[in-house]
């Protein structure tokens, strides 16, 4: 059964707003939860714009379902997943200005890197993922760094999906089954929202993980925060 791990990323943006604590980045967190995600997601930028540092300490004191910290692998985001052992370090080669994730990791290049950052983060017992574009050539040299898992960068697929869905999903289900090939697990992420969830689940059925948190927040403006998470849920089951 495919996951939803929640980012709550947005929920500090809207703190960070006005300062002070509110809404509360950690009770968001518990209640996502409660409310039926299987995991929270972070992903703190060296600007601290929105998640802080401080936050993933304080969550890690609570958080009971699965914990994943997304970031470029600088020695501070490295520092923090030593001291903070998540469930899942998921690597993402953003640069220190980028609004958010944009590309995946070009394994290519950056095998050597990725595989050293890769062992370091498996001594501390943490799972990893690699953000990875939908591209064939990436995925053996993700395999030799030593990852448990790719996650797949879901923009492309979320921009055309209403134009023609099946040539949009098209490139994700070959690279899917090579992961599976590789042994390697598949994750998903960016831009999934209750439109295009299901068919890319339908599509590929072995998803381990999504992780969402821009629209998902967005639709809870609307519907409440507990009744989104299970609209979320219920396209993972469709």
């Known amino acids: 059964m495919t996951q939803l791990s929640v980012n709550i990323n947005k929920i500090a943006t809207l703190r960070n707003a006005r ?21 929270i997601t972070v992903h703190p930028r060296p600007d601290e714009r929105h998640i802080r540092y401080q936050d993933v300490l304080d969550l890690s004191k609570v958080v009971t379902t699965e914990f994943n910290i997304e970031g470029y692998p600088d020695q501070r985001f490295m520092q923090l997943i030593r001291e903070v052992k998540p469930a899942q370090a998921t690597l993402v080669p953003d640069p220190p200005d980028a609004i958010t994730s944009n590309t995946g990791w070009d394994t290519i290049t950056h095998q050597s890197l990725l595989s050293d950052i890769v062992a370091e983060l498996k001594e501390i017992g943490t799972r990893v993922s690699i953000f990875i574009n939908p ?9 030799r760094t030593g ?30 089954h090579l992961a599976r090939e590789l042994g390697l697990g598949l994750n998903a992420g960016h831009d999934l929202d209750l439109h295009n969830l299901a ?40």
């Open 135 to 143: 591209e064939a050539k990436y995925f053996e040299p993700a395999k």
């Open 19 to 39: 300062g002070a604590n509110n809404p509360n980045v950690v009770k968001v967190a518990l209640d996502c939860e409660r409310f039926g995600a299987q995991g």
């Open 147 to 176: 990852t448990d898992r790719v996650e797949l960068y879901t923009e492309p697929y979320a921009s055309h999906y209403h134009q023609d869905r099946e040539k949009a999903v098209k490139p994700y289900v070959e690279v899917s």
């Open 199 to 238: 068919f890319l689940h339908q599509s590929i059925p072995f998803l381990e993980e999504v992780s969402i948190g821009h629209a998902l927040i967005c639709d809870a403006l609307y519907y409440g925060l507990e009744n989104t998470i299970q609209m979320y849920r219920r396209q993972l089951e469709i």
